[in-house]
């Protein structure tokens, strides 16, 4: 974002590159902030016509030495419909000359970018809803093409996969479970009476019970033991939750590895799935979200564990944005699906009025809660 760099176009795209590496953005034809807004009466411009006196390039810049063209001050234009400019040429206001423009006609922006010009049979309104559909869930489906690659990266460089099984390594130091007298390779059958099938049914277990004594049933061999322990407490994100030194076992086979990006990403899919029902379901909490303050942070601790740590952070962070992006909250791709599937509906899409207040009341509660968000993230991560 921010001020260009530099730009290029091609087959009637505009491809910028801009100085603040914040994100990226997509202006679609015929969305507000279009360059043809910019030639309101009394705007000075510079058309450059072609052999038929047809205008195909309009600068509105004060870079001058663009193209040789004939100086005009704008008093009316239609660039969706009719397509033409009029003005006063060369400051003679005694006359009000009208040009054609070409359909393909490109405007120069007053940083000196050139756009295409989007005439309404190109607009994106204009396009059939499927297409408006796939193109509003792009942005989501790349964040999770995205997550799939990095977390299948991360499968080789940290040769092999941490398995959801139920079978645990035991940490060599500092670990309740080694003192209580579990072993590698032990089945964690049941915790307090609750069956654990998988890594996260164990985790749920102990998590949720720090400093108080846990019963834990392994199968070893073949044989059920019963291990008692107290699960040590640790704070995260202002919550107290147990743990007793355990990790998960890694499936080191090829197929674990290839296949790590989509299982990887499927599970903690789901976990971000609860997580955010908890969260609508009553159980909020400021501290369970985190703004670009919390991911400067968490950025700052991935780094520390190495590439692994960064591969693995990069993957949950394109996860987020893909599923919170999918979130049906005016502004957010989500809420763009749900005019759509009211336009498929109905048979016509909203007014342009209605779609107007309704993202402006979703952006102005996504910007109330980013900054409560951020401040609550420099009090949680700097203050305290």
């Known amino acids: 974002m921010g001020p260009k760099v530099f730009y290029y176009r091609k087959n009637g795209t505009t491809f910028t590159l801009r100085l603040l590496p914040l994100g990226g953005y997509v202006r679609m034809a015929g969305e507000a902030d279009d360059g043809e807004e910019e030639l309101k009466p009394g705007t000075p411009v510079t058309l450059q016509l072609n052999d038929q006196n047809v205008v195909t390039s309009i600068n509105t810049s004060n870079k001058h030495s663009l193209f040789q063209g004939i100086p005009v001050t704008i008093t009316d234009t239609d660039l969706d419909t009719k397509l033409y400019v009029k003005g006063y040429e060369n400051g003679d206001e005694t006359q009000i000359k009208s040009y054609p423009v ?15 010009i989007a005439p309404r049979d190109v607009q994106f309104q204009s396009a059939p809803l499927p297409k408006r559909m796939l193109t509003n869930v792009a942005g989501v489906f790349n964040n999770f093409i995205l997550a799939i690659l990095v ?138 979200l985190g703004g670009p303050v919390a991911i400067f942070a968490t950025t700052s601790q991935a780094t520390s564990l190495g590439i692994a740590g960064v591969l693995r952070f990069l993957a949950f962070l394109s996860l987020n944005l893909a599923i919170i992006n999918l979130v049906p909250i005016p502004g957010l791709d989500g809420g763009k699906l749900i005019l759509n599937i009211i336009e498929a509906i109905r048979r016509k899409p909203v007014s342009q009025t209605t779609e107007t207040i309704v993202t402006l009341i979703g952006f102005a509660f996504l910007m109330l809660l980013m900054i409560l968000v951020t401040w609550n993230d420099i009090e949680r991560y700097f203050l305290h």
């Open 102 to 116: 070409d359909h393909d006609a490109t405007i120069i922006e007053t940083d000196g970018t050139e756009l295409q």
């Open 151 to 288: 977390y299948t990266i991360l499968g080789f460089v940290q040769g092999g996969v941490a398995s959801n099984s139920n079978k645990v390594n035991v940490m060599p130091n500092d670990s309740v479970a080694r003192d209580a007298g579990m072993k590698s390779g032990d089945q964690v059958v049941s915790i307090d009476g609750h069956k654990t099938s998988n890594w996260q049914d164990m985790a749920i277990q102990i998590q949720a019970k720090p400093d108080k004594r846990i019963s834990v049933i392994v199968n070893r061999d073949g044989q059920n033991k019963s291990l008692y322990m107290k699960p040590k407490s640790q704070t995260a994100n202002g919550k107290k939750t147990g743990f007793i030194g355990i990790t998960q076992t890694m499936d080191t086979s090829f197929q674990a590895k290839i296949l790590s990006g989509f299982t990887t990403t499927w599970s903690m899919g789901k976990t971000l799935l609860g997580a955010l029902w908890s969260m609508v379901s009553g159980h909020f909490s400021l501290n369970d």
